[in-house]
């Protein structure tokens, strides 16, 4: 398989073999389960589906039940596909993916939802670096956005000016990460660097590509 899903819980730091401090991240990758196998002959294209974490019963649908007793298993929180997978090591249907997948020193890719910020201005959503001095009239202004459009033409501003607005809550896909620790018996991967989402939040964890 070439991915898996996970849960971000936290940062924290190690020190390598050369006694450097590398900030990284503890992702909290599987176990999950084969809930489907998805072929070109009966639903177009070739997948994977993967389901991680319990949830209770009363707070699935009917359809969900039925779906994850078909694998034998208790519903589940999270169900993701995954189409691209190694040749030679197809899953069959009721499967269980861990964390040993996965081989430290080897890198990944993470992809997540990112923090969400709410309306934010053009300095903190798109650094913009303000008006500059403050002589010569300019009051609260500092953090303004400037001019943002022509004269008489083209009389509009164009799409895709940055201006203020929502900010965050973006599915973000950090690439190149490397495996820095694996603790099998916890379902633990340490990753090196940062993982888009607050503690808590749900990840895809894949083989870099």
Wanted: net charge positive.
């Amino acid at each position: 398989m070439s991915g898996i899903i996970g849960k971000k819980l936290g940062m924290t730091s190690i020190f390598d073999a050369n006694g450097k401090n590398i900030a990284c991240t503890v992702i909290e990758a599987g176990p999950c389960i084969v809930t489907q196998i998805r072929t070109k002959e009966t639903d177009g294209y070739d997948a994977i589906q993967l389901a991680f974490e319990d949830k209770k019963e009363k707070n699935a649908t009917k359809a969900e039940i039925g779906h994850f007793k078909k694998a034998g298993i208790t519903p589940k929180r999270i169900v993701r596909e995954f189409t691209r997978f190694e040749e030679g090591h197809q899953k069959t249907f009721g499967d269980i993916l861990k964390v040993d997948i996965f081989e430290e020193g080897e890198f990944i890719d993470v992809i997540g939802i990112s923090k969400g910020k709410g309306f934010q201005g053009v300095i903190k959503r798109h650094g913009f670096g303000g008006v500059g001095g403050v002589t010569h009239g300019q009051h609260n202004r500092l953090r303004a956005p400037g001019s943002v459009g022509a004269s008489s033409y083209p009389s509009k501003v164009f799409k895709g000016m940055r201006m203020a607005g929502r900010t965050g809550g973006d599915r973000v896909k950090m690439i190149n990460l490397q495996v820095v620790k694996i603790v099998a018996d916890k379902n633990l991967i340490v990753v090196k660097g940062s993982v888009p989402g607050p503690n808590g939040s749900y990840v895809i964890v894949e083989r870099w590509s």
